[in-house]
């Protein structure tokens, strides 16, 4: 006689309590970021001019910066919304609350890399611009 198989082991569920919270969490999350996105996208039409002006002239940061006032509100709001999506999901499915769970926490990890990889792009061309002016002549 063949022993039938065990039974997967079902995965960790949240509680009722807790698939409210992740629902409140995901609702404004996926709300704040759609605005982004929609923010971003109203944002190429005087981004495109700044942009030809830039290159028309030949200048660099005239160009990029433009740019990136564009993608970064549009990968802020898709990550955003990927991550409210994972917690979404932890209440719509069951058994595999951890790994959406886990997923949302990789897009958020992206989010906040962007962001801190921004900020501190953003402090060291505040300091080589003060260092370039002469800020700090006088306290060496």
Not at 34 to 44: N, S
């Amino acid at each position: 006689m063949v022993e039938p198989l065990p039974e997967e082991p079902q995965g960790y569920e949240f509680n009722a309590l807790e698939n409210k919270r992740f629902t409140r969490l995901a609702g404004a999350m996926q709300a704040v970021a759609v605005l982004e996105i929609v923010g971003g996208v109203v944002a190429i039409f005087p981004v495109w001019s700044a942009v030809a002006e830039g290159l028309r002239n030949q200048a660099i940061m005239a160009t990029l910066l433009p740019i990136a006032g564009v993608l970064v509100p549009l990968a802020v709001g898709v990550w955003t919304y990927r991550a409210g999506g994972h917690l979404r999901l932890i209440v719509q499915t069951q058994g595999d609350d951890i790994r959406h769970l886990m997923d949302a926490v990789s897009e958020l990890t992206r989010l906040y890399l962007l962001q801190l990889w921004l900020f501190l792009g953003a402090l060291g061309f505040l300091l080589f611009s003060l260092v370039a002016r002469g800020a700090f002549r006088g306290f060496f």
